[in-house]
């Protein structure tokens, strides 16, 4: 489950249409959400607020080790009008699960951004400042969001720890999206690291006018996108490499949605490959198979994501004072709107070949978000539990 | 004289390499490895060559048919060699994101995959050349240290060879690996192989105590009266075993004192960095009272019956001080095993706090250097004792030392009875009074003790009154004093715990009474004067080290 202050980040990213999701870091992000989720260790609650469009808070406390906790503040120069109170937060959007990619947007021109006030622009960019504080540790997180312009944004992210080598890092990401394609350049203090993601979707490109209808009647409707990713420490002489593309299947596409993807790094000899379908309404399953040409070690894993749903208590009908005063019934309504099911929870699973099993069940109980994690290990007969952890959110 | 070293024997022994191999992958993977290596160290073949080491003897201290000390000077260029299994990882990009914090990780997509690859290194041509204390004696086994780098230069030939990166690498790893593995477990794997060799008495009851260690992994134990540490050191951080702590215990001899784990010094070396940085971390140590957890009232009690545990909570404030100058075993390095290093001939008390002034002074220098964790020297050394027992001593001990062969070899067996310890328990002062007596030192000693005048402490014992009035600081004082002492003003200095002396000295109730009134009254006086002459000490008392912030439990 997103943290309240990732939540509000990407509040943040959609009121300034920042397509998250088109870039070679996310390519593997349905994968990453069905096989590799988090399973929480111990008891951790957590309280926040967006106290106002401007400003949010939030609190943890957990009971790893000792007591630990945490205090985070985020500002943002853009008012966030999103839905906060953890009672009627939508689970879609807090629960990452099958991630249905959109039709790529068409980025923003700059003359929208403009604001004239007497003859002079008075438009600023958007910022977001977030700074989070962990006790016992005394480690500081902090990051610095900026839109550069409608298809540049900038990212510093910051640690502060006395554990770390100098003291802390950070780490500079400046992002490049028109839509079509997306690239990143980032730079990291901590060995002088330098990188360099790319991502290009093959079709139609969003920024030209349609000219034709998009032809869902193929068997697959869908895009192709593929990437690149390259670093290199200046300090320490090393890199990495990695090639990577994914098929996935857009809103519009008829059949089963489904992704696929192949990563491949050709340095180590690794090649990964992930696919995930959306068998149902409400379940999706994955596998994912890596393979090692170089020391033929594999891995497999699977997957399965479950929504539990249930109806919304019908309203009892009663009869309307109008009605009631003409003695008569109520006109029947026709066709009557079905209300949407609510989410009752979320079961995620995931198996390896080493007989490691992850289960987690997210939920809503009254107004707290919860989540129920735990981690087996069957080739451990005697201690077969080696996590169990619930994680408790509140926010208003 | 002759001395026959048999070199073969060792390697004849068809039992000793299996042995030797086990407990060099125990030692290996004892450490925390860096994140390239994903893998146990499995010591693969271990071949001791048939080139043995030169030796020179330097000088020895102790020689008899069950015993031996001496200092060696060993050049190694032999045909040992020595062959590691392991696997590593060689991703680069994965050991780099290893340790690093999330928030701040690159987070690429697939460029950090791991690949995981056997590595077989080969160590070979190990040019050794170093100084060695070697101490044998029947019943303590063999204990082997070395007083400087001992590694000169090492081959290491491995999978890599032919990428001189990844060569470069490990041959930088693995010989600072290898440092810290002659310096801190090597003697450590010597003295338990030698237990094993000479004394299979011993060899029962290690296996005995593994079989009662296994249950309870977490080895918590603290109270070193009621079972002794198990990796129990003596005040010179060699490794003693279990008879000598017995019968350490059953002499009810201060040595006790000195014997702490490993795990709790580095406890409370943590603790006194955490006092001295922000950190917000506390360790938590067993048996301990805290002294923001006291009340008043129990502090006073505490104060009153925790004399005896006070020299022990100086010594181990002192061996945090200083850890950097622990392994040179003392400046007179003819003692090995746990001796007091040969008593400066004159030592009078002005000298004796300049010393530790000196060792004062470093704190902050030595707090920066790198920490050895193996490192135990307390620095019981004599001055230390005598700076909290009373003046009188060092005035003794000058007379021993013009008494003693000025290359003097003490007799191994019973070390505490060298030791003029600070007094414990009314029976230890007695011993004390006689060996004192026996020096025909005593009127001299009574004399300087009594005619102190009382005011004269009171400079001395005021930091350690720091913020509650009514209390009488009794517990700290003489483990404080002396730091503080050394540290800001030594011209001031009176033998101070005049009153630590008369109150263990006396036993009876009254005198208890009367020390604790003189303790309150100069408490009180301490005040005072604090009030008129704030300016001069709030300026001192900046630059001293902090107090302990802990008392031990009042037993």
Sequence with gaps: MLEFMDYVQ????????????????QLTATARALLEFETPRGLCLNVSSLSSPNFATSYAIGSVGLVDGSLSYLYTSLPLHTTSKSGDIDLHKVIRGYRQIQELRKPDESWMWEQWQGGRRVDKRDTLLY??????????????????????????????????????????????????????????????????RGLYNFGPDPRKEVTEAPRTEDKFYGRFSAGAEMYYGSLNKSGGVSFGGRFATLPAHKGVPLTATLTLNPLM?????????????NLALCSKFDF??????????????????????????????AAKLEWRLDPEEKNPVPEPEIVAGVLKARVDQNWKIGLLWEGRIKELLFTLGSSIDMKRKDQPFRAIGLELQYSS | MAFNFNWSPLTADADFYKRAQEMLTTALNKSPKPPIIVDDILVNELNLGSVPPELEILEIGDLAEDRFRGIFKMCYSGDAFLTLKTRVQANPLNTYLFSKPSFTSPQPLAASSGLTIPLQITLSEIKLSAFIILVFSRQKGLTLVFRNDPLESLKVSSTFDSIPFVRDYLQKEIEMQLRTLMMDELPAIIHRLSLRLWCPEHSAKEDQEMEAKKPEEDEVVVDPFGSPPQDAVDARGNVLDASEISSMTLDGGSEIHSLFSQKNLLRLATLTDSQRTLSLFTPSIRDAVFRAWAGPSERSDSAGSSTPATP??????????????????????????????????LVSMHSATTGLGLGAGRHSRSHMRKKKTRVVNLRRTKTTDDLTSESGESETASIVAVSEPVAPTHIEEEPEDNIITPPHSPSQRVRFRTSSIDLGDSPRKLRLSTSEPIVDHLPVEEPSVPIREQRPAYTSFSTYTQEKFSN??????????????TSSAAGSIIEQAWVMKMASEIARRAQDEKATSQGFWSRDEREETPPPAYAPKAN
């Design chain 1, 292 to 321: 090692n040409v170089y020391s033929y070690e594999s891995d497999v894993m699977l997957g399965c994501e479950l929504w539990r749903m249930k109806a919304r208590v019908p309203k009892k009908k009663e009869r309307s004072m």
């Design chain 2, 312 to 345: 022990s909570l100086m010594r181990s404030h002192s061996s945090v001080g200083s850890t950097s100058t622990t392994y040179t075993f003392n400046r007179s390095s003819d003692d090995g095993q746990g001796h007091i290093p040969s008593r400066p001939s």
């Design chain 1, 131 to 196: 700074g989070r504080l962990y006790l016992p540790q005394s480690t500081l997180e902090a990051l610095y969001l900026r839109r550069m312009s409608p298809t540049q944004q900038l990212k510093l992210s910051a640690v502060s720890d006395s554990r770390l080598r100098n003291g802390g890092t950070i780490l500079a990401l400046h992002q490049y999206d028109v839509g079509k394609y997306s690239a990143e350049t980032l730079y990291s203090t901590d060995g002088g690291l330098i990188g360099v």
């Design chain 2, 488 to 501: 800001s003003a030594p011209l001031h200095y009176t033998p101070a715990p005049v009153l630590s002396d």
């Design chain 1, 10 to 25: 990407h509040a943040f990213y959609n009121a300034s249409h920042w397509n998250f999701e088109n870039s070679y870091s």
């Design chain 1, 269 to 281: 000899g690794n090649l990964s490959t992930t696919y995930a379908v959306r068998a149902g309404k």
